[in-house]
């Protein structure tokens, strides 16, 4: 089970932090990711980190103002979002894929577990 928390109504330019708990078995043989939906598109990828946090990935249009990281010990994931345009508005999602060290995937095929989402909206 993967659930989110941290999403809200924001002005662009604002900062938001989501954060995933998971109870999953053993958190550190997932690699985890944040995707997202915007209304009227598909599910698209936003971010990863490998299993043991040493690796990270990002989608072009988040780079530089997302940051992803994990605790192991809490079995949590966060994404920290700065300066945030509408754009980005959408439910984000946290997603866990058993896999191997390192590995970093980013096709939302790969997953295993979801969470139910978070609604982040970016508005004047």
């Known amino acids: 089970q993967l659930v989110e928390s941290g999403g809200g109504l924001v002005q662009p330019g604002a900062s938001l932090r989501l954060t995933c708990s998971a109870s999953i078995g053993t958190f550190s043989d997932y690699a985890m990711a944040w995707f997202r939906r915007a209304p009227g598109k598909d599910r698209e990828f936003v971010a990863v980190?490998?299993?043991?946090?040493?690796?990270?990935s990002y989608a072009s249009s988040v780079k530089g103002r997302f940051s992803i990281s994990r605790d192991n010990r809490l079995s949590t994931v966060s994404l920290q979002m700065n300066n945030l345009k509408p754009e980005d508005t959408a439910v984000y999602y946290c997603?866990?894929?058993?896999?191997?060290?390192?590995?970093?995937?980013?096709?939302?095929?790969?997953?295993?577990?979801w969470g139910q989402g978070t609604q982040v909206t970016v508005s004047l």
């Open positions: 980190i490998s299993r043991a946090g040493t690796r990270t």
């Open positions: 997603a866990a894929d058993y896999t191997v060290t390192g590995a970093t995937p980013s096709d939302v095929a790969r997953f295993d577990y």
